[in-house]
């Protein structure tokens, strides 16, 4: 099978994700208007505790599916009956998580017809086959496909939901779009997989590799998801659920531009791993590594610089308590880049799962008693603090274990210089900002000058990750162009 590089399918990953983050852009300002917080609450809720069904559905298949396909993607045989195998588990678990849901929906009557639509969402997850084209590193059929089912489902939040009784609509319009897409994909896959003439399928041999991949979603879900569900539960004020929702979904939306190379290169590391490649192993995490830094600092610090300013005109004055949550959450950019590269980029395709395992499930632990302790006594603020000490201790916990394994990883070498580039541009940029118009425009401008203050101090400091990677990827496109 033909490889793909690095780069291109980072940038078709990446062209996908980045599209994820623009239509928000425009669909959360009219939503918050029309919808309101405290129906978008009621949504962020809702949507939180169906999660927990949708993990259930999923299983750990999509990471342990990716992994195992990405060992065999020379072979279509093998890769073949792992596929068949998975899915007959997937559909399995997908039909009890459904009857939960139905379960669950009728025994709490408060928003139950939400949860009734959301159980759309959990049938799209049987038909969920990212995991092999991830695995197969076909990443432009991901982003083709998901980018044009995306964009009308973004038309269609502006011509169908006009009042704050359209929520069920929105909720609808979500469930049936990632149906649609997941749908898409079975139509190539016939070409992509032989399907056995002798029946030789033991889907029983992946189950127990499957819970061990599901055991820190489950353990995930506690820190991120379940999150919005505590302040549901602990807050009166279902308004806070949504002003938290705001805040992680400016973090977390530009935390993609990172973590989209994970899915890129657990395929690469696994491939790498079952051909015994140690030492290309160790070259592309400490490649990432530096990516995480140069990138994250220059994120975390740019949108703490102009959060004053976004908040007021992009959510509107109702939505300033978004601000103080954005400045705690901050630093998860960072944070969740590194344990990304440790956990999913090299325990997960080195099979060392037991370990990210152990961390992660520690993380949960410790975050579901500090947000019990926290969200009490601060609210939505409490679980942003809860948050980031939860990832904070993960991280702490995967590099103690990787130290001896990974002796040539100088994972504190690279951060001193971008924290120093970062904390300066946020200092400039800052100050600017109190000068600019809180609108469209006055973001924008703050935004550029982000930008150029980060690259005159990457130029002049003539950084090694510009040189090596984004100066010779450039000199080749023009190269190409003239050609």
């Known amino acids: 099978m033909k490889k793909n590089s690095i780069t291109k399918n980072y940038i078709y990953n990446l062209i996908y994700q980045l599209f994820l983050i623009i239509i928000p852009l ?20 809702t949507y939180s505790i169906v999660t927990i069904f949708f993990l259930i559905a ?15 993607q020379d072979n279509k045989k093998k890769r073949s009956i792992i596929f068949i195998e998975l899915m007959i588990i997937r559909t399995l678990s997908t039909v009890f998580s459904l009857l939960l849901l139905i379960l669950f929906s009728l025994i709490t009557p408060r928003y139950s017809i939400y949860y009734q639509i959301f159980s759309i969402y959990i049938i799209a997850n049987l038909f969920d086959i990212t995991w092999f084209y991830q695995g197969i590193e076909n990443f432009k059929s991901i982003a083709i496909k998901n980018i044009i089912i995306k964009f009308l489902y973004f038309i269609s939040i502006f011509l169908f939901i006009k009042t704050k009784k359209d929520l069920w609509i929105y909720i609808l319009l979500f469930s049936l779009s990632t149906l649609i897409t997941n749908l898409s994909f079975w139509f190539k896959i016939n ?3 032989e399907w056995p003439k002798k029946i030789n399928i033991k889907p029983k041999r992946h189950l127990k590799y499957v819970i061990t991949f599901f055991v820190p979603q489950i353990a995930s879900l506690i820190y991120s998801v379940l999150d919005s569900a505590m302040i549901g539960l602990l807050d009166p004020d279902i308004k806070n659920v949504s ?15 990172i973590t989209t190379m994970g899915s890129v ?19 592309y995490l400490e490649e990432i590594i530096h990516f995480v830094w140069l990138i994250g600092c220059a994120l975390s610090f740019g949108i703490a610089a102009i959060i004053n300013n976004f908040v007021p ?23 969740i880049g590194l344990n990304n590269v440790i956990g999913i980029q090299y325990l997960i395709p080195t099979k060392k799962q037991n370990t990210y395992v152990l961390a992660v499930v520690s993380g949960a632990i410790f975050n579901f008693i500090f947000n019990f302790i926290l ?28 130290k001896k394994e990974l002796p040539n990883l100088k994972i504190i070498k690279y951060s001193k210089k971008y924290l120093f580039f970062g904390i300066f541009m946020f200092l400039i940029t800052y100050q600017i900002g109190k000068f600019l118009p809180q609108n469209i425009l006055g973001s924008l401008l703050q935004i550029l000058i982000g930008i150029i203050i980060y690259i005159i101090f990457l130029i002049v400091s003539k950084d090694q990750f510009i040189t090596e990677h984004v100066v010779p990827y450039t000199k080749n496109i023009f190269k190409r162009r003239k050609i």
């Not at 425009?26 to 809720?45: N, Q």
Request: hydrophobic share 45%.
């Open 58 to 72: 999923a299983m750990g298949i999509n990471t342990y599916g990716q992994r195992e396909i990405a060992y065999h």
């Open 265 to 283: 290169m657990i395929s690469k590391v696994s491939y790498a791993f079952s051909k015994n490649q140690n030492k290309k192993i160790l070259e």
């Open 191 to 193: 070409k992509l997989i």
């Open 243 to 257: 002003y938290y929702e705001q805040a992680s979904y400016i973090v977390k939306t530009t935390l993609v531009i």
């Open 375 to 402: 969200i009490r006594k601060f609210s939505a603020l409490g679980a942003a603090i809860s948050s980031v000490g939860a990832e904070l201790f993960i991280l702490l916990i995967e590099l103690y274990f990787v």
């Open 26 to 45: 425009f669909t959360t300002p009219y939503l918050t208007r029309v919808l309101g917080a405290e129906k978008l609450g009621i949504y962020s809720y």
């Open 313 to 335: 005109w992009y959510y509107g004055i109702k939505y300033l308590k978004v601000i103080p949550l954005v400045y705690v959450l901050c630093p998860l950019i960072i944070i």
